[in-house]
């Protein structure tokens, strides 16, 4: 079997939790292959995401490395087994793979939740307002790759509209409401439709208003996708390079607990639904 490219962020964690595993039991790759039957190459190739690993080696591995969460053990081989192609395929080749794996990580999420100071969060952005947020890009998109991101975006919104959406919460602060990222039409609209999205039983959104005293969180930005186990869960932040990935045990923790922080200081949701309302009023 050739050996993948380029592996996805979902094929990536497989391999890190696979890798985790095994460093906790105390074992080497060579140890580890020598257990399984296989080359050390090809533990190595696993836990690098070249290659996939069965149902049945995987549950092998698991006994092997002493790891007794059948939950969690259950959740890898979903992970391992799992052969969607979802709508996010078409923009392989044409939009960087990051695009691709968020969008299948918010696929597969059991819950969303995103803490944002300046921009509208992705999922929750109208045409024009991410439009406007692209076309600011430096250097310059060309306008056809302009147009392939705002589709992107745009398709994201499946995972809120289909039959059994996952609940979403967004945090939003008073600032990324105000900023006229678009023109003023375009602004009044983006407020508008958060209104229409609000009146949806799984979508929360929780406005930070400016009058707020003692704020010191705006660095907290971030988008958590719930796994199906708690160690499966992930935080997206953006970064300079673009967006970051971050899956460690204690990196969660403290997102969790930056989020726990930030939606305390947060209107409740009808209070947030009014504050809206008065911003597109203005407008």
């Not at 094929?11 to 050390?40: C, N």
């Not at 970051?244 to 947060?266: G, I, M, N, Y």
């Amino acid at each position: 079997m050739a050996l993948r490219q380029e592996p996805t962020a979902r094929q990536m964690r497989l391999a890190t939790e696979l890798r985790r595993l095994r460093d906790a039991a105390g074992l080497t790759s060579r140890e580890a292959a020598a257990l399984l039957g296989v080359s050390a190459p090809q533990v190595s190739q696993i836990e690098a995401g070249l290659t996939g690993v069965s149902e049945k080696r995987l549950r092998r591995m698991a006994a092997h490395y002493a790891c007794t969460d059948e939950e969690f053990i259950d959740a890898l081989v979903a992970l391992a087994t799992d052969r969607t192609r979802g709508w996010w395929e078409e923009y392989r080749g044409l939009l960087p793979t990051a695009f691709l794996d968020l969008a299948e990580l918010e696929h597969h999420a059991v819950s969303l939740r995103e803490s944002q100071f300046l921009y509208v969060p992705g999922p929750l952005q109208t045409e024009d307002y991410a439009r406007a947020v692209f076309a600011f890009r430096v250097p310059e998109l060309p306008l056809d790759e302009l147009e392939l991101r705002v589709r992107h975006r745009m398709a994201r919104k499946a995972v809120l509209d289909r039959p059994t959406p996952p609940p979403y919460e967004a945090v939003v602060h008073e600032a990324a409401l105000r900023i006229m990222v678009g023109d003023r039409s375009a602004s009044r609209a983006q407020l508008l439709h958060l209104l229409e999205l609000s009146d949806a039983a799984h979508i929360t959104i929780r406005v930070i208003p400016f009058e707020l005293e003692g704020f010191a969180g705006a660095a907290s930005a971030m988008a958590h996708a719930e796994g199906p186990v708690p160690k499966l869960d992930t935080v997206v932040r953006d970064g300079p390079q673009g967006a970051a990935f971050v899956d460690s045990e204690a990196q969660l923790q403290a997102f969790r607990t930056l989020f726990r922080k930030v939606e305390a200081v947060s209107l409740a949701a009808d209070r947030s639904r009014d504050f809206i309302h008065r911003l597109a009023k203005e407008l």
